[in-house]
């Protein structure tokens, strides 16, 4: 049972807008920032959008993050057949004093 | 470009300990600029934070692992390190050393390892 929770499954067809959202409590994403990762088959996770809501260098624009409240979005825009894969979101949690993750969302492009 | 490369054994013994290291390269792991971490995935499922350091030592584990755990780092050969005690087969998973992107550890993962995978089995 993760402490953020997330869709288990998201599916969207080439160029469509999918969203994946991410609930917690004002302990994580509520008090804090949420951070996001894309995990491809068979690879690392990888940074996708930081506690700005900012994009590292090669992450395409059509990824973007959003937050109100307990509750945080990623929004995936024209989707792509390589965007098929694991979505994670994290936060710092300040009663536990660590990290806590969501138990992803497997992105399916039809 | 800053490199971290995990290493040790892929199969380890139920009670016994599980030790990694991690080398880091294309920066310091002295850095007053960020903290340091180790996170695991188990197969087929999620993401689990197992703990986080900084270069002077201290130290922050997931309370469901703190008794098991220590996380150290090794400045002079700039390397980081995993220990788990008494492990079990719940403990099998890809094992992630990973960099925490400012010098507090409330900041997120921005660059991570390729992974190790640590199999607990007799």
């Known amino acids: 049972q993760s402490v953020l929770t997330q869709p288990p499954s998201e599916s969207g067809t080439p160029g469509q807008r999918v969203t994946i959202s991410c609930s917690g409590s004002?302990?994580?994403?509520?008090?804090?920032?949420v951070y996001w990762y894309q995990q491809l088959p068979g690879t690392a996770p990888r940074l996708l959008i930081n506690r700005h809501n900012q994009r590292p260098s090669g992450v395409p624009d059509r990824f973007s993050g959003s937050k109100s409240g307990t509750s945080a979005s990623l929004a995936i825009s024209d989707l792509r057949s390589e965007d098929e894969g694991n979505y994670y979101c994290a936060a710092w949690d300040d009663r536990l004093s660590g990290w806590v993750f969501g138990g992803g969302t497997k992105l399916t492009v039809l | 470009q800053l490199h971290l490369q995990e290493s040790g054994p892929g199969l380890v013994r139920p009670s016994e300990t599980l030790s990694l290291t991690c080398t880091v390269s294309g920066g310091s792991i002295s850095s007053r600029s960020f903290f340091w971490g180790w996170i695991r995935q188990p197969p087929g499922k999620g993401l689990e934070w197992i703990g986080t350091?900084?270069?002077?030592?201290?130290?922050y584990y997931d309370p469901s692992l703190k008794s098991r755990v220590s996380i150290s780092v090794d400045t002079s050969q700039n390397q980081l390190s995993l220990r788990v005690n008494s492990v079990t087969a719940a403990d099998t998973a890809i094992y992630y050393c990973?960099?925490?992107?400012?010098?507090?550890?409330?900041?997120?993962?921005?660059?991570w390892g390729q992974g190790i995978t640590v199999t607990v089995s007799s």
């Open positions: 004002i302990s994580n994403i509520g008090g804090d920032f």
């Open positions: 350091v900084f270069s002077t030592g201290s130290t």
């Open positions: 990973a960099r925490h992107e400012g010098d507090g550890p409330y900041y997120g993962v921005d660059v």
